[in-house]
């Protein structure tokens, strides 16, 4: 399993723009980058999944540079109820197993 | 439509006693998964489930932990002898397999051993 470093925590202010870096050195060339976002008292929720170069859906961007070693995760104005813990997860959707694995994630603090 | 859920919500036991967490997966979804998550930890991998195929039980933690999964749909978890290090919550996912396997999750099973 490729494994995930993130930051533990980051702090925000309403309407900034938030980038979440994760590193995932040893990636494989199948895996894919996934993003999951949980609020407090809730299951986790998909947010966005990219292979390579830059997804954008709604809620967020994902950035993925060319050697795939690290992602960022780009949250554009964030809001106080942006507030949650973001996990960044790494594993081959075609397996038949999904092999995604949550580590403890990044929580983000936005302050008015 | 409906969506992963837990029952119950909130389980209060005493140490020893056996406890039975049940997931009712969204409807068609192939695969499903258990996790644990303790207070202010990420999510600990219990058991996979895939079709027909034989259940992933690597990461459950002792042989008290153990899970079936019925006509592939609803599954149980079950917790024997259970100890106070039992106490998380207990959240399930289920997920289509190919489609990006995004995991919808139920909103959990809070379990307090006393």
């Known amino acids: 399993l490729a494994k995930t470093t993130q930051p533990i925590s980051m702090d925000s202010y309403e309407g900034q723009e938030v980038n979440i870096t994760c590193s995932h050195n040893n990636i494989a060339t199948n895996d894919y980058i996934t993003w999951y976002q949980q609020f407090p008292s809730q299951g986790p929720r998909f947010i966005i999944q990219?292979?390579?170069t830059k997804v954008t859906n709604e809620v967020a961007s994902l950035f993925i540079p060319a050697d795939r070693k690290s992602s960022t995760l780009s949250l554009p104005r964030v809001s106080l109820s942006d507030t949650a813990v973001y996990y960044c997860?790494?594993?081959?959707?075609?397996?038949?197993?999904?092999?995604?694995?949550f580590g403890k994630g990044t929580m983000l603090l936005v302050s008015p | 439509g409906a969506g992963v859920s837990q029952s119950p919500s909130n389980k209060v036991t005493e140490k020893g006693k056996d406890v039975e967490l049940r997931c009712d997966p969204i409807s068609g979804h192939t695969a499903l998964y258990w996790y644990r998550q303790s207070l202010g930890q990420g999510l600990e991998f219990l058991i996979y489930?895939?079709?027909?195929?034989?259940?992933?039980k690597s990461g459950l933690p002792s042989d008290r932990f153990s899970a079936e999964r019925t006509g592939g749909s609803v599954s149980t978890l079950t917790i024997q002898r259970t100890q106070q290090e039992d106490s998380a919550v207990y959240l399930c996912?289920?997920?289509?397999?190919?489609?990006?396997?995004?995991?919808?999750f139920g909103p959990g099973t809070r379990l307090t051993v006393l």
């Open positions: 996912a289920s997920s289509l397999v190919g489609q990006n396997n995004e995991q919808f």
């Open positions: 990219g292979y390579k």
């Open positions: 997860l790494v594993g081959d959707l075609n397996s038949g197993y999904s092999t995604l694995t």
């Open positions: 489930f895939q079709g027909n195929s034989a259940p992933d």
